[in-house]
Antibody
């Protein structure tokens, strides 16, 4: 069955760039019906959408993060990635990758999440 | 980002019904038939329990139901069970190609 798995460093220094990848198995990231997104959850807080990308390259970001975020897709390796630059302690969070329909409907498949701490 | 408004906490006894509200605007909740609800147990990834305002994905108990009136969506859980104790989040597509989550509601089963 389809699964998502996040990977990347668990510790990033302030002002540096956070980089995460998400691998999709059990299907193709080239499916026209889906967007591939990133959601973060600061410790003890709620869910925050970061952005989403289609395999065609169409991408959209949360306005509050748009200036610092880049999401890209690697169809040959069936994965997509997140880069968040100029990080601060406020970016410390559990990062999830997830899939949702092009229509904007629900995130139906989620990764297990990966914790990223911003600290020197 | 401006989160959708949910109560911080709700509680109920086993067998009872509870409702969690999610209030937005005509640019998000009221503007699209795309409200979804997620259940998150501690240490686990969220799980979708309602999509497209009121549809249950395959495998989700009929005890969970969604509805919407104007700019407010609601999640109702009937026949409350101990396993329902979790955090619940609403989510919707919004104008400007955004996705917005609610602040989350902690459900306690007494």
């Amino acid at each position: 069955h389809p699964q998502l798995q996040e990977s990347g460093p668990g510790l990033v220094k302030p002002s540096e760039t956070l980089s995460l990848s998400c691998s999709f198995s059990g299907g193709s990231i080239r499916d026209d019906n889906y967007y591939w997104g990133w959601i973060r959850q600061p410790p003890g807080k709620g869910l925050e959408w970061v952005g989403s990308i289609h395999h065609s390259g169409r991408v959209y970001y949360d306005p509050s993060l748009k200036s610092r975020v880049t999401i890209s897709v690697d169809t040959s390796n069936n994965q997509f990635s997140l880069r968040l630059n100029s990080v601060t302690a406020a970016d410390t969070a559990l990062f999830y990758c997830a899939r949702h329909l092009v229509s904007g409907d629900a995130f139906d498949i989620w990764g297990q999440g990966t914790m990223v701490t911003v600290s020197s | 980002q401006s989160a959708l408004t949910q109560p911080a906490s709700v509680s109920g006894s086993p067998g009872q019904s509870i409702t969690i509200s999610c209030t937005g605007t005509s640019s998000d909740v009221g503007g699209y038939t795309l409200v979804s609800w997620y259940q998150q147990h501690p240490g686990k990834a969220p799980k979708v329990i309602i999509c497209e305002d009121n549809k249950r994905p395959s495998g989700i108990s009929s005890r969970f139901s969604g509805s919407k009136s104007g700019n407010t969506a609601s999640l109702t859980i009937s026949g409350l069970q101990a396993e329902d104790e979790a955090d619940y989040y609403c989510c919707t597509y919004a104008s400007g190609s955004r996705i917005i989550f609610g602040g989350g509601t902690k459900l306690t089963v007494l």
